[in-house]
Protein backbone atom coordinates (compact mmCIF):
# COMPACT_ATOMS: atom_id res chain seq x y z
CA UNK A 1 0.00 0.00 0.00
CA UNK A 2 1.19 3.37 -1.56
CA UNK A 3 0.37 5.82 0.96
CA UNK A 4 1.22 9.16 3.17
CA UNK A 5 2.05 6.51 5.91
CA UNK A 6 4.91 4.94 3.40
CA UNK A 7 8.05 6.20 5.34
CA UNK A 8 6.98 5.14 8.50
CA UNK A 9 6.82 1.78 7.62
CA UNK A 10 9.55 1.86 5.73
CA UNK A 11 11.50 2.52 8.91
CA UNK A 12 9.87 0.08 10.87
CA UNK A 13 10.56 -2.49 8.12
CA UNK A 14 14.06 -1.04 8.25
CA UNK A 15 14.65 -1.83 12.44
CA UNK A 16 13.12 -5.32 12.22
CA UNK A 17 15.34 -5.91 9.39
CA UNK A 18 18.43 -4.42 11.47
CA UNK A 19 17.80 -6.87 14.00
CA UNK A 20 17.32 -9.66 11.89
CA UNK A 21 20.58 -9.19 10.02
CA UNK A 22 22.07 -8.79 13.45
CA UNK A 23 20.99 -12.13 14.38
CA UNK A 24 22.11 -13.60 11.60
CA UNK A 25 25.77 -12.69 12.41
CA UNK A 26 25.50 -14.00 15.66
CA UNK A 27 24.89 -16.92 15.03
CA UNK A 28 27.45 -19.57 16.06
CA UNK A 29 27.23 -22.86 13.75
CA UNK A 30 25.61 -23.14 9.83
CA UNK A 31 23.06 -25.30 11.56
CA UNK A 32 22.21 -22.19 13.86
CA UNK A 33 22.86 -19.74 10.39
CA UNK A 34 20.26 -21.39 8.49
CA UNK A 35 17.51 -21.53 11.09
CA UNK A 36 18.05 -17.93 11.74
CA UNK A 37 17.70 -17.25 8.22
CA UNK A 38 13.84 -18.84 7.99
CA UNK A 39 13.41 -17.57 11.27
CA UNK A 40 14.56 -13.62 10.36
CA UNK A 41 11.76 -13.80 6.88
CA UNK A 42 9.61 -14.92 9.73
CA UNK A 43 9.77 -11.98 11.81
CA UNK A 44 11.48 -8.92 9.82
CA UNK A 45 9.81 -9.05 6.43
CA UNK A 46 6.50 -10.16 7.53
CA UNK A 47 6.29 -13.53 5.79
CA UNK A 48 3.91 -16.76 7.48
CA UNK A 49 5.91 -19.20 6.10
CA UNK A 50 10.12 -19.54 4.97
CA UNK A 51 12.06 -22.39 3.74
CA UNK A 52 15.89 -22.22 3.18
CA UNK A 53 16.66 -24.56 0.27
CA UNK A 54 20.80 -25.04 0.67
CA UNK A 55 23.08 -26.21 -2.38
CA UNK A 56 24.55 -29.64 -1.25
CA UNK A 57 28.27 -30.82 -2.74
CA UNK A 58 26.55 -32.56 -5.17
CA UNK A 59 24.67 -29.80 -6.32
CA UNK A 60 21.24 -30.97 -5.31
CA UNK A 61 19.38 -28.59 -2.75
CA UNK A 62 18.08 -30.14 0.50
CA UNK A 63 15.43 -28.14 2.89
CA UNK A 64 17.61 -26.96 5.80
CA UNK A 65 15.75 -25.01 7.81
CA UNK A 66 11.74 -23.93 7.90
CA UNK A 67 10.25 -21.67 9.95
CA UNK A 68 6.34 -20.57 10.65
CA UNK A 69 4.74 -24.12 10.84
CA UNK A 70 6.13 -26.98 12.77
CA UNK A 71 3.75 -29.26 10.35
CA UNK A 72 5.15 -27.97 7.07
CA UNK A 73 8.85 -28.21 8.78
CA UNK A 74 8.44 -31.88 9.93
CA UNK A 75 7.13 -32.89 6.36
CA UNK A 76 9.58 -31.75 4.24
CA UNK A 77 12.84 -30.68 6.41
CA UNK A 78 15.41 -32.98 4.68
CA UNK A 79 14.02 -33.45 1.64
CA UNK A 80 15.94 -33.10 -2.18
CA UNK A 81 15.02 -31.36 -4.98
CA UNK A 82 17.28 -31.90 -8.17
CA UNK A 83 19.18 -29.42 -9.36
CA UNK A 84 17.68 -29.60 -12.57
CA UNK A 85 14.35 -28.59 -10.98
CA UNK A 86 15.25 -25.90 -9.36
CA UNK A 87 16.95 -24.23 -12.05
CA UNK A 88 13.49 -24.79 -13.99
CA UNK A 89 11.95 -22.64 -11.53
CA UNK A 90 14.29 -20.38 -11.39
CA UNK A 91 13.96 -19.42 -15.15
CA UNK A 92 10.43 -19.14 -15.09
CA UNK A 93 8.16 -16.32 -13.83
CA UNK A 94 8.50 -12.79 -13.60
CA UNK A 95 12.02 -11.52 -12.53
CA UNK A 96 11.79 -9.04 -9.73
CA UNK A 97 15.50 -8.43 -9.62
CA UNK A 98 17.47 -10.91 -8.49
CA UNK A 99 13.71 -12.47 -7.29
CA UNK A 100 11.67 -15.09 -9.03
CA UNK A 101 7.71 -15.19 -8.47
CA UNK A 102 5.87 -17.40 -10.67
CA UNK A 103 2.54 -16.54 -10.41
CA UNK A 104 -0.37 -19.44 -9.78
CA UNK A 105 -1.27 -19.08 -13.15
CA UNK A 106 2.11 -20.82 -14.39
CA UNK A 107 2.98 -22.99 -11.37
CA UNK A 108 0.64 -25.90 -12.03
CA UNK A 109 3.02 -27.01 -14.20
CA UNK A 110 5.48 -27.91 -11.01
CA UNK A 111 3.01 -29.89 -8.79
CA UNK A 112 4.55 -32.85 -10.08
CA UNK A 113 8.12 -32.02 -9.98
CA UNK A 114 10.62 -33.31 -7.38
CA UNK A 115 11.50 -29.97 -5.50
CA UNK A 116 9.88 -30.11 -1.91
CA UNK A 117 6.49 -28.05 -1.57
CA UNK A 118 3.87 -27.54 0.77
CA UNK A 119 -0.09 -26.21 -0.50
CA UNK A 120 -1.62 -23.80 2.17
CA UNK A 121 -5.84 -23.49 1.62
CA UNK A 122 -7.21 -20.03 0.98
CA UNK A 123 -9.84 -18.41 -0.63
CA UNK A 124 -9.37 -17.50 -4.21
CA UNK A 125 -8.29 -13.68 -4.80
CA UNK A 126 -10.30 -11.10 -4.79
CA UNK A 127 -8.27 -8.22 -6.68
CA UNK A 128 -5.21 -8.38 -8.67
CA UNK A 129 -2.43 -7.96 -6.35
CA UNK A 130 -3.63 -10.27 -3.57
CA UNK A 131 -1.95 -13.30 -2.61
CA UNK A 132 -3.11 -16.93 -4.01
CA UNK A 133 -2.12 -19.66 -2.29
CA UNK A 134 0.03 -21.33 -5.39
CA UNK A 135 1.97 -18.53 -5.10
CA UNK A 136 5.57 -19.03 -5.55
CA UNK A 137 7.95 -16.41 -4.77
CA UNK A 138 12.15 -17.90 -4.52
CA UNK A 139 15.04 -15.08 -3.92
CA UNK A 140 18.14 -17.15 -4.85
CA UNK A 141 21.48 -16.95 -2.73
CA UNK A 142 24.19 -16.13 -4.24
CA UNK A 143 28.44 -16.57 -3.09
CA UNK A 144 29.49 -12.97 -2.10
CA UNK A 145 31.52 -11.77 -5.23
CA UNK A 146 31.72 -10.21 -8.41
CA UNK A 147 28.77 -10.04 -10.50
CA UNK A 148 29.46 -11.88 -13.69
CA UNK A 149 25.61 -12.13 -14.79
CA UNK A 150 25.75 -12.89 -18.69
CA UNK A 151 23.50 -10.11 -20.84
CA UNK A 152 20.00 -11.49 -21.04
CA UNK A 153 20.84 -14.91 -19.44
CA UNK A 154 19.13 -16.18 -16.25
CA UNK A 155 18.57 -14.05 -12.67
CA UNK A 156 22.37 -15.36 -11.02
CA UNK A 157 23.43 -16.61 -14.22
CA UNK A 158 27.32 -16.75 -13.80
CA UNK A 159 27.24 -16.62 -9.89
CA UNK A 160 27.90 -19.69 -7.65
CA UNK A 161 24.37 -20.39 -6.26
CA UNK A 162 24.53 -21.24 -2.51
CA UNK A 163 20.96 -21.74 -2.11
CA UNK A 164 17.17 -20.31 -2.37
CA UNK A 165 14.88 -18.66 0.14
CA UNK A 166 11.18 -19.77 -0.71
CA UNK A 167 8.64 -17.44 1.29
CA UNK A 168 4.49 -18.06 1.61
CA UNK A 169 1.57 -15.72 2.80
CA UNK A 170 3.04 -12.30 3.09
CA UNK A 171 0.60 -10.84 6.64
CA UNK A 172 -0.74 -8.29 4.37
CA UNK A 173 -1.96 -11.06 1.70
CA UNK A 174 -0.26 -9.06 -0.96
CA UNK A 175 2.31 -8.97 -3.29
CA UNK A 176 5.21 -7.22 -2.08
CA UNK A 177 5.70 -3.92 -3.45
CA UNK A 178 8.94 -2.42 -4.87
CA UNK A 179 10.57 -1.84 -0.96
CA UNK A 180 8.90 -5.73 0.23
CA UNK A 181 10.65 -6.65 -2.85
CA UNK A 182 13.95 -4.77 -2.42
CA UNK A 183 14.17 -5.85 1.28
CA UNK A 184 13.64 -9.00 1.12
CA UNK A 185 16.35 -9.35 -1.96
CA UNK A 186 18.65 -7.17 0.14
CA UNK A 187 18.24 -9.93 3.05
CA UNK A 188 18.69 -12.87 0.72
CA UNK A 189 22.05 -11.28 0.42
CA UNK A 190 22.97 -10.61 3.67
CA UNK A 191 21.85 -14.43 4.17
CA UNK A 192 24.24 -15.63 1.42
CA UNK A 193 27.17 -13.56 3.53
CA UNK A 194 26.27 -15.17 6.82
CA UNK A 195 26.33 -18.75 5.23
CA UNK A 196 29.40 -18.37 3.40
CA UNK A 197 30.91 -16.98 6.95
CA UNK A 198 29.35 -19.78 8.93
CA UNK A 199 31.02 -22.27 6.00
CA UNK A 200 33.96 -20.54 6.77
CA UNK A 201 34.38 -20.71 10.10
CA UNK A 202 32.75 -24.35 10.16
CA UNK A 203 35.74 -24.97 7.36
CA UNK A 204 38.67 -23.21 10.02
CA UNK A 205 37.03 -25.02 13.10
CA UNK A 206 37.70 -28.06 10.94
CA UNK A 207 40.88 -27.25 10.00
CA UNK A 208 41.98 -26.25 13.63
CA UNK A 209 40.96 -29.43 14.71
CA UNK A 210 42.58 -31.62 12.24
CA UNK A 211 45.61 -29.43 12.51
CA UNK A 212 45.73 -30.04 16.05
CA UNK A 213 44.83 -33.22 15.75
CA UNK A 214 48.20 -33.78 13.01
CA UNK A 215 50.06 -31.89 15.43
CA UNK A 216 49.45 -34.42 18.55
CA UNK A 217 49.90 -37.20 16.39
CA UNK A 218 53.53 -35.52 15.07
CA UNK A 219 54.29 -34.53 18.91
CA UNK A 220 53.20 -38.39 19.58
CA UNK A 221 55.14 -39.80 16.74
CA UNK A 222 58.56 -37.79 17.62
CA UNK A 223 58.17 -38.83 21.60
CA UNK A 224 57.89 -42.47 20.28
CA UNK A 225 60.77 -41.64 18.10
CA UNK A 226 62.76 -40.36 20.70
CA UNK A 227 61.91 -42.90 22.96
CA UNK A 228 62.29 -45.88 20.54
CA UNK A 229 66.25 -44.01 19.83
CA UNK A 230 67.18 -43.48 23.36
CA UNK A 231 66.15 -46.67 25.28
CA UNK A 232 66.58 -48.79 22.05
CA UNK A 233 68.55 -51.78 23.15
CA UNK A 234 71.18 -51.85 20.46
CA UNK A 235 73.32 -48.77 19.10
CA UNK A 236 71.39 -45.87 17.24
CA UNK A 237 73.37 -43.03 15.44
CA UNK A 238 71.67 -39.65 13.25
CA UNK A 239 74.35 -38.40 10.81
CA UNK A 240 74.34 -35.30 8.67
CA UNK A 241 73.97 -36.09 4.66
CA UNK A 242 75.66 -33.85 2.32
CA UNK A 243 77.69 -30.67 2.65
CA UNK A 244 81.02 -29.73 4.28
CA UNK A 245 80.04 -32.01 7.51
CA UNK A 246 78.75 -35.56 5.33
CA UNK A 247 78.72 -38.37 7.78
CA UNK A 248 79.06 -36.17 10.96
CA UNK A 249 77.17 -37.90 13.83
CA UNK A 250 74.70 -35.67 15.25
CA UNK A 251 73.31 -37.83 17.67
CA UNK A 252 73.81 -40.94 19.63
CA UNK A 253 72.04 -43.15 21.87
CA UNK A 254 73.27 -44.50 25.32
CA UNK A 255 73.45 -48.35 23.73
CA UNK A 256 76.18 -47.20 21.21
CA UNK A 257 77.79 -44.72 23.76
CA UNK A 258 78.22 -47.37 26.03
CA UNK A 259 79.26 -50.34 23.06
CA UNK A 260 81.79 -47.67 22.08
CA UNK A 261 82.87 -46.46 25.61
CA UNK A 262 82.68 -42.89 24.30
CA UNK A 263 79.83 -39.84 25.93
CA UNK A 264 77.26 -38.82 23.92
CA UNK A 265 79.26 -35.30 23.60
CA UNK A 266 82.37 -36.41 22.17
CA UNK A 267 80.86 -38.66 20.02
CA UNK A 268 79.61 -36.01 18.09
CA UNK A 269 82.79 -34.70 17.03
CA UNK A 270 82.78 -37.96 14.67
CA UNK A 271 81.66 -39.78 12.11
CA UNK A 272 81.88 -43.37 11.47
CA UNK A 273 84.61 -43.06 9.15
CA UNK A 274 86.82 -41.41 11.94
CA UNK A 275 85.88 -44.66 14.48
CA UNK A 276 86.37 -47.38 11.62
CA UNK A 277 88.93 -49.57 11.69
CA UNK A 278 91.44 -49.01 9.20
CA UNK A 279 91.32 -52.40 6.88
CA UNK A 280 87.21 -51.79 6.97
CA UNK A 281 87.27 -48.23 5.90
CA UNK A 282 86.51 -49.64 2.20
CA UNK A 283 83.51 -51.80 3.36
CA UNK A 284 82.16 -48.09 4.86
CA UNK A 285 82.97 -46.12 1.68
CA UNK A 286 81.11 -49.15 -0.17
CA UNK A 287 78.09 -49.23 2.07
CA UNK A 288 75.03 -47.30 0.58
CA UNK A 289 73.03 -44.66 2.33
CA UNK A 290 69.58 -46.18 2.03
CA UNK A 291 69.19 -50.06 2.83
CA UNK A 292 73.61 -50.40 2.80
CA UNK A 293 74.18 -53.22 5.48
CA UNK A 294 77.62 -53.71 6.30
CA UNK A 295 80.13 -55.56 8.91
CA UNK A 296 82.50 -53.89 10.35
CA UNK A 297 85.24 -53.08 13.42
CA UNK A 298 84.98 -49.73 15.08
CA UNK A 299 87.10 -48.25 17.54
CA UNK A 300 86.60 -48.15 21.52
CA UNK A 301 87.60 -45.28 23.57
CA UNK A 302 90.37 -47.87 25.34
CA UNK A 303 91.89 -48.25 21.91
CA UNK A 304 90.47 -51.75 20.97
CA UNK A 305 87.99 -52.66 18.48
CA UNK A 306 84.54 -54.03 18.23
CA UNK A 307 82.97 -56.30 15.58
CA UNK A 308 79.26 -54.30 14.74
CA UNK A 309 76.51 -54.75 12.32
CA UNK A 310 75.30 -51.44 10.69
CA UNK A 311 72.43 -50.89 8.73
CA UNK A 312 71.51 -47.40 7.21
CA UNK A 313 68.48 -45.28 6.24
CA UNK A 314 67.59 -42.20 5.23
CA UNK A 315 64.73 -40.03 7.10
CA UNK A 316 63.21 -36.22 6.22
CA UNK A 317 62.98 -33.60 8.83
CA UNK A 318 60.10 -32.46 6.69
CA UNK A 319 58.59 -32.73 3.65
CA UNK A 320 61.37 -31.04 1.72
CA UNK A 321 63.36 -30.24 4.70
CA UNK A 322 66.95 -32.02 5.29
CA UNK A 323 67.87 -35.57 4.89
CA UNK A 324 69.60 -37.51 7.84
CA UNK A 325 71.09 -41.03 8.15
CA UNK A 326 69.51 -43.04 10.56
CA UNK A 327 72.16 -45.98 11.04
CA UNK A 328 71.59 -49.03 13.63
CA UNK A 329 74.66 -50.38 15.20
CA UNK A 330 74.78 -54.22 15.95
CA UNK A 331 77.26 -55.36 18.49
CA UNK A 332 78.27 -58.61 16.87
CA UNK A 333 81.38 -59.57 18.48
CA UNK A 334 80.53 -62.90 19.89
CA UNK A 335 79.13 -63.92 16.52
CA UNK A 336 82.26 -62.46 14.42
CA UNK A 337 84.78 -64.62 17.56
CA UNK A 338 82.88 -67.48 16.84
CA UNK A 339 82.79 -67.57 13.34
CA UNK A 340 86.30 -66.99 13.31
CA UNK A 341 86.81 -70.00 15.80
CA UNK A 342 84.96 -72.32 13.43
CA UNK A 343 87.09 -70.90 10.59
CA UNK A 344 90.35 -71.35 12.47
CA UNK A 345 88.70 -75.15 14.03
CA UNK A 346 88.26 -75.53 10.06
CA UNK A 347 91.87 -74.52 8.74
CA UNK A 348 93.90 -75.91 11.53
CA UNK A 349 95.08 -78.92 13.67
CA UNK A 350 92.67 -79.30 16.86
CA UNK A 351 96.00 -80.60 18.54
CA UNK A 352 98.75 -78.24 17.76
CA UNK A 353 97.10 -75.18 16.72
CA UNK A 354 99.09 -75.29 13.39
CA UNK A 355 97.58 -75.05 9.60
CA UNK A 356 96.28 -78.02 8.80
CA UNK A 357 96.65 -80.24 5.69
CA UNK A 358 93.75 -78.04 3.96
CA UNK A 359 95.00 -74.62 4.55
CA UNK A 360 98.41 -75.94 3.61
CA UNK A 361 97.30 -76.87 0.02
CA UNK A 362 95.24 -73.69 0.07
CA UNK A 363 98.43 -71.35 0.64
CA UNK A 364 100.39 -73.31 -1.56
CA UNK A 365 97.99 -72.82 -4.15
CA UNK A 366 97.95 -69.40 -4.48
CA UNK A 367 101.79 -68.97 -5.04
CA UNK A 368 101.99 -71.13 -7.97
CA UNK A 369 100.20 -71.59 -11.26
CA UNK A 370 99.66 -74.27 -14.48
CA UNK A 371 101.55 -72.46 -16.54
CA UNK A 372 105.19 -72.72 -16.01
CA UNK A 373 107.57 -69.90 -16.03
CA UNK A 374 110.12 -69.92 -19.30
CA UNK A 375 113.20 -66.96 -19.16
CA UNK A 376 114.97 -66.48 -22.07
CA UNK A 377 118.50 -66.98 -22.10
CA UNK A 378 121.06 -64.20 -22.25
CA UNK A 379 122.46 -63.33 -25.73
CA UNK A 380 125.72 -64.54 -26.48
CA UNK A 381 128.80 -62.88 -24.92
CA UNK A 382 126.42 -61.90 -21.62
CA UNK A 383 127.16 -62.57 -18.25
CA UNK A 384 124.04 -64.98 -16.73
CA UNK A 385 121.27 -63.03 -15.59
CA UNK A 386 118.73 -64.70 -13.10
CA UNK A 387 115.54 -66.33 -13.91
CA UNK A 388 113.39 -64.55 -11.90
CA UNK A 389 114.55 -61.08 -13.92
CA UNK A 390 112.35 -62.66 -17.16
CA UNK A 391 108.87 -61.55 -17.36
CA UNK A 392 107.03 -63.37 -19.29
CA UNK A 393 106.13 -61.29 -23.04
CA UNK A 394 102.51 -59.51 -22.81
CA UNK A 395 99.94 -57.91 -25.11
CA UNK A 396 98.71 -54.68 -24.21
CA UNK A 397 95.23 -54.11 -25.30
CA UNK A 398 95.91 -51.09 -27.20
CA UNK A 399 93.05 -51.81 -29.37
CA UNK A 400 90.32 -51.21 -26.23
CA UNK A 401 92.30 -48.52 -24.69
CA UNK A 402 93.38 -46.08 -27.20
CA UNK A 403 91.17 -47.11 -30.46
CA UNK A 404 94.38 -47.78 -32.89
CA UNK A 405 94.19 -51.41 -32.96
CA UNK A 406 97.66 -52.90 -32.66
CA UNK A 407 100.11 -54.60 -30.71
CA UNK A 408 103.69 -53.32 -29.82
CA UNK A 409 104.40 -56.90 -29.39
CA UNK A 410 102.92 -59.41 -32.45
CA UNK A 411 102.48 -62.56 -31.28
CA UNK A 412 102.96 -62.28 -27.82
CA UNK A 413 100.99 -63.72 -24.80
CA UNK A 414 98.27 -62.52 -22.76
CA UNK A 415 99.58 -59.92 -19.91
CA UNK A 416 100.08 -61.61 -16.83
CA UNK A 417 99.58 -59.92 -13.38
CA UNK A 418 100.38 -63.01 -11.30
CA UNK A 419 104.18 -63.32 -10.04
CA UNK A 420 105.37 -66.89 -10.79
CA UNK A 421 107.25 -68.70 -8.39
CA UNK A 422 110.58 -69.90 -9.61
CA UNK A 423 112.77 -72.92 -8.15
CA UNK A 424 116.65 -73.32 -8.18
CA UNK A 425 118.18 -75.19 -10.66
CA UNK A 426 121.59 -76.12 -9.32
CA UNK A 427 120.17 -79.34 -7.43
CA UNK A 428 122.31 -78.84 -4.11
CA UNK A 429 124.25 -75.77 -5.53
CA UNK A 430 122.95 -72.44 -5.13
CA UNK A 431 122.88 -71.02 -8.14
CA UNK A 432 121.70 -67.51 -6.38
CA UNK A 433 117.75 -68.20 -7.62
CA UNK A 434 115.86 -67.50 -4.23
CA UNK A 435 112.22 -69.66 -4.21
CA UNK A 436 109.40 -71.02 -2.07
CA UNK A 437 110.93 -73.95 -0.63
CA UNK A 438 108.90 -76.79 0.99
CA UNK A 439 110.50 -78.74 3.72
CA UNK A 440 108.98 -81.89 4.89
CA UNK A 441 109.25 -83.30 7.83
CA UNK A 442 108.84 -86.85 9.24
CA UNK A 443 109.33 -87.58 12.83
CA UNK A 444 111.83 -90.30 13.34
CA UNK A 445 110.97 -93.10 16.66
CA UNK A 446 107.41 -91.20 17.27
CA UNK A 447 105.47 -94.72 16.58
CA UNK A 448 107.76 -96.57 19.35
CA UNK A 449 106.71 -93.95 21.79
CA UNK A 450 103.23 -93.76 21.07
CA UNK A 451 103.00 -97.83 21.46
CA UNK A 452 105.40 -97.93 24.72
CA UNK A 453 103.84 -94.75 26.76
CA UNK A 454 100.32 -93.90 25.28
CA UNK A 455 98.71 -91.19 23.52
CA UNK A 456 98.94 -88.86 25.75
CA UNK A 457 102.70 -88.69 25.57
CA UNK A 458 102.67 -89.28 21.85
CA UNK A 459 100.49 -86.27 21.75
CA UNK A 460 102.91 -83.60 24.04
CA UNK A 461 105.87 -84.77 21.63
CA UNK A 462 103.77 -83.62 18.82
CA UNK A 463 102.53 -80.00 20.78
CA UNK A 464 105.87 -79.64 21.51
CA UNK A 465 107.28 -80.53 18.13
CA UNK A 466 104.92 -78.07 16.69
CA UNK A 467 106.13 -75.26 18.53
CA UNK A 468 110.14 -75.86 17.99
CA UNK A 469 109.20 -75.98 14.43
CA UNK A 470 107.51 -72.50 14.54
CA UNK A 471 110.02 -70.52 17.02
CA UNK A 472 113.01 -71.95 14.30
CA UNK A 473 111.12 -70.43 11.26
CA UNK A 474 110.52 -66.59 10.21
CA UNK A 475 107.00 -64.72 11.09
CA UNK A 476 106.40 -64.96 7.16
CA UNK A 477 107.21 -68.25 6.88
CA UNK A 478 104.12 -71.35 7.42
CA UNK A 479 104.37 -74.42 10.00
CA UNK A 480 101.89 -77.02 9.17
CA UNK A 481 100.93 -80.45 10.02
CA UNK A 482 99.95 -82.98 7.52
CA UNK A 483 98.55 -85.83 9.40
CA UNK A 484 99.97 -88.14 12.45
CA UNK A 485 104.14 -87.14 12.74
CA UNK A 486 104.10 -85.25 9.29
CA UNK A 487 105.09 -81.46 9.21
CA UNK A 488 105.54 -79.29 6.56
CA UNK A 489 107.33 -76.09 6.11
CA UNK A 490 106.76 -73.23 3.47
CA UNK A 491 109.73 -70.60 3.87
CA UNK A 492 109.67 -68.04 0.69
CA UNK A 493 112.70 -66.24 -0.69
CA UNK A 494 115.72 -69.07 0.02
CA UNK A 495 118.14 -70.28 -2.10
CA UNK A 496 119.26 -73.73 -2.04
CA UNK A 497 121.98 -73.72 0.62
CA UNK A 498 119.37 -71.68 2.88
CA UNK A 499 117.06 -74.34 2.91
CA UNK A 500 119.98 -76.37 3.90
CA UNK A 501 120.52 -74.55 6.38
CA UNK A 502 117.12 -74.39 7.78
CA UNK A 503 116.62 -77.59 7.40
CA UNK A 504 119.49 -78.65 9.37
CA UNK A 505 118.16 -75.91 12.46
CA UNK A 506 114.97 -77.70 12.45
CA UNK A 507 116.53 -80.58 13.10
CA UNK A 508 118.78 -79.57 15.76
CA UNK A 509 115.84 -77.81 17.61
CA UNK A 510 113.66 -81.27 17.46
CA UNK A 511 116.53 -83.69 19.07
CA UNK A 512 116.73 -82.40 22.33
CA UNK A 513 114.84 -84.26 24.84
CA UNK A 514 111.03 -83.55 25.33
CA UNK A 515 109.82 -84.20 29.29
CA UNK A 516 106.68 -85.31 29.49
CA UNK A 517 104.79 -86.32 33.24
CA UNK A 518 108.56 -86.48 34.81
CA UNK A 519 109.66 -88.60 32.00
CA UNK A 520 112.61 -87.31 29.37
CA UNK A 521 111.72 -88.73 25.75
CA UNK A 522 113.70 -88.14 22.40
CA UNK A 523 112.18 -88.44 18.65
CA UNK A 524 114.77 -87.58 15.08
CA UNK A 525 113.26 -85.93 12.15
CA UNK A 526 113.95 -86.12 8.82
CA UNK A 527 113.68 -83.28 6.31
CA UNK A 528 113.07 -83.74 2.76
CA UNK A 529 113.82 -80.18 0.53
CA UNK A 530 111.50 -79.90 -2.12
CA UNK A 531 110.65 -76.18 -4.52
CA UNK A 532 107.40 -75.14 -5.47
CA UNK A 533 107.13 -74.15 -8.98
CA UNK A 534 104.45 -72.60 -11.63
CA UNK A 535 103.73 -75.46 -13.65
CA UNK A 536 103.52 -77.94 -11.18
CA UNK A 537 100.58 -79.36 -8.60
CA UNK A 538 100.42 -79.16 -5.38
CA UNK A 539 100.33 -82.71 -5.13
CA UNK A 540 103.33 -82.68 -7.55
CA UNK A 541 105.21 -79.91 -4.83
CA UNK A 542 104.22 -82.34 -1.56
CA UNK A 543 104.82 -85.49 -3.29
CA UNK A 544 108.53 -84.50 -4.58
CA UNK A 545 109.46 -83.14 -1.06
CA UNK A 546 107.93 -86.33 0.30
CA UNK A 547 110.31 -88.21 -1.66
CA UNK A 548 113.34 -86.26 -1.09
CA UNK A 549 112.64 -86.78 2.88
CA UNK A 550 112.38 -90.31 2.10
CA UNK A 551 115.68 -90.85 0.42
CA UNK A 552 117.31 -88.56 3.41
CA UNK A 553 115.71 -90.41 5.83
CA UNK A 554 116.86 -94.18 3.97
CA UNK A 555 120.78 -92.46 3.90
CA UNK A 556 120.77 -92.32 7.53
CA UNK A 557 121.79 -95.13 9.51
CA UNK A 558 119.23 -96.57 12.51
CA UNK A 559 121.65 -95.21 15.31
CA UNK A 560 121.69 -91.51 13.77
CA UNK A 561 117.27 -92.02 13.12
CA UNK A 562 117.01 -93.90 16.57
CA UNK A 563 114.91 -91.58 19.05
CA UNK A 564 115.39 -92.55 23.10
Known amino acids: METESEPYVRLATLRQLHQVVADLNTARSLADTLQAVADGIVAGLNYELACVNLVRPDGDLVVAAFAGSPAAEALITGRVGSRASWDRRLAMGERWGDLVFIPHTEGWVLIEDDVPQWHTEGPAPRFEDEWHPHDRLYAPMYAPGVRSARPGGPPGSGRELLGVISVDRPRNGRHPGPWGREALQMYASQAAIAISNARLRSNMQRALVRLEREQQALRASEESFRQAFEYAPSGMAIAEMGGDQHGRLLRTNDALCRLLGRPASVMRRYSFADLVHPEDIGTLLRTS??????ELRLGRRDGTYVWVSLRNSVVADTADGPRFLLTHVEDIEERKRHELQLAHRASHDALTGLPNSAELRSRLSARICERPFAAEPPAAGTAPVPADAFEPPYEYDYEHEHGFGF????GAGPYDHHVHTVAPTGGETDDGTKGLAVLFCDLDGFKSINDRFGHHTGDAVLIEVARRLT??????????????????????GLGAADAADLAVRLRNAIIPPIRVDGRAVRVGASFGIGWAECGMTVEEVLNSADQRMYIE???????HRRAG
Open 553 to 559: KRSRSKV
Open 471 to 492: TGVRDGDTVARLGGDEFVVLAD
Open 407 to 410: SPVA
Open 289 to 294: AEGGRA
